[in-house]
């Protein structure tokens, strides 16, 4: 009796398996495979495997400077979306009915806009006779057009306007785990606002921060359509540069080579990241 109902749980997973195995495993083997494919300038791609790819990805500084940038990019993308998102999701917490649904619908409601469009929303913002540079001129703040278009940081306020809603998503969910009457029986002892932050608040935001940045992480170090019309053609990150290896030069087990390396690489900084958290966060709940 009891081997059935050990089996149950996989049984029951066994659906939700296979569609992720045919959605997401599949095409990522496809790709995998693909990267060691030999490619000839003249004939395309050719039979026999080869880890050349891997080699002009790796021993190439034109694509060292790709991948550093796109992950500073990345990582200033979640440092602005935390010192942004995780106070106002507190404080939304904080707020009282209507006005903290009111203020989390406006707070989410950027999800609503195809990213192309909020893209391009900030393009016409950036340009040198945009909105900004107008705004500063009249105020006499600016002898001349400030370039934002076609910057590193045009391209993170971008992203941080794209990413930010995940943050406060995460924390704000974390935060309804914290019970009221914990902080209202620490405010009648005699602790402190500091000290209540410190040991009751900041313990429950820490995970939601944790969840929050790997989000926000992977969706900067991934994105395509904002660098690509905020960063124009010469400021080049990975997805952009993989885009070009593929229908550019129609180079695919380049491409794919390129791929699978940010994956790897992005998979090791959030593990990194996602560890040294942990870690630090169970010292400090103790």
Excluded at 103 to 121: D, E, H, K, Q, Y
Excluded at 201 to 217: D, E, M, R
Aim: hydrophobic share 55%; proline share 6%.
């Amino acid at each position: 009796m009891s081997s059935p109902k050990r089996r149950a749980p996989y049984l029951l997973s066994l659906p939700a398996l296979l569609v992720f195995a045919a959605l997401l495993v599949t095409p990522l083997a496809m790709i995998a495979g693909l990267s060691f494919q030999a490619f000839d300038l003249n004939t395309g791609q050719i039979g026999g495997l080869t880890l050349g790819n891997y080699a002009d990805t790796l021993g190439d500084p034109y694509y060292h400077t790709i991948f550093l940038r796109t992950v500073g990019i990345a990582l200033a993308t979640t440092a602005i979306c935390i010192l942004i998102g995780a106070p106002e999701a507190y404080f939304l917490s904080r707020m009282r009915a209507p006005w903290r649904s009111i203020f989390l619908i406006v707070t989410l409601s950027p999800l609503l806009i195809s990213v192309v469009v909020r893209t391009l929303g900030w393009a016409l913002l950036f340009g040198r006779n945009g909105v900004i540079n107008q705004v500063l001129a009249a105020l006499g703040l600016a002898s001349g057009p400030i370039p934002m278009l076609y910057t590193v940081q045009g391209v993170v306020i971008a992203l941080v306007h794209v990413a930010v809603p995940f943050m406060v998503i995460s924390v704000w969910a974390a935060l309804q785990r914290l019970d009221p009457k914990v902080i209202r029986a620490a405010s009648s002892l005699g602790a402190s606002e500091f000290t209540i932050f410190r040991r009751i608040v900041l313990p429950q935001v820490i995970p939601g921060i944790l969840s929050g940045s790997l989000i926000v992480f992977a969706l900067a170090a991934s994105a395509f359509a904002t660098p690509a019309i905020i960063g124009g053609r010469q400021l080049k990150v990975v997805a952009t540069a993989t885009y070009d290896e593929f229908l550019g030069t129609l180079n695919w087990p380049l491409g794919a080579a390129i791929a699978i390396v940010l994956l790897i690489v992005n998979a090791a900084i959030m593990l990194t990241y996602n560890r040294i958290v942990e870690r630090r966060y169970q010292r400090f709940a103790q």
